[in-house]
Nanobody
């Protein structure tokens, strides 16, 4: 399974970006898909995750109401719509996947099998 992110860039505070993560393999079974971010000098943290079988999503509190994660099965693509961006959202964003029958809201990065190369998001004030 290969994951390729795109859609990062530089925006001003208040702007929006939509990240995409194309999955190379047709996912037929249940997967937990997630977006993570890592800012310089900080640990990688989960932003949002979604269970492909049900579409049920969960978010870290700091992005609730601003970010929306979605999985489009016909496109084999994971999206992250980010609105009302702030400078503190600046980070490298990664998508990740693991085959599973559950997708808990506290799934940490160490529990995911497959990772993309990351896409940089920079928000200026």
């Amino acid at each position: 399974v290969q994951l390729v992110e795109s859609g990062g860039g530089s925006v001003q505070a208040g702007g929006s970006l939509r990240l995409s993560c194309k999955v190379s393999t047709l996912i037929r079974s249940q997967y937990c898909m997630g977006w993570f971010r890592q800012a310089p000098g900080k640990e990688r943290e989960r932003v949002a995750s979604v269970y492909t079988f049900t579409g049920r999503a969960s978010y870290v509190d700091s992005v609730k109401g601003r970010f929306t994660i979605s999985w489009v099965n016909t496109e084999s693509t994971l999206y992250l719509q980010m609105n009302s961006l702030k400078p503190e959202h600046t980070a490298m964003y990664y998508c990740a996947a693991r085959p599973d029958v559950v997708c808990p809201s506290d799934a940490g990065p160490g529990t995911f099998n497959y990772w993309g190369q990351g896409t940089q998001v920079t928000v200026s004030s």
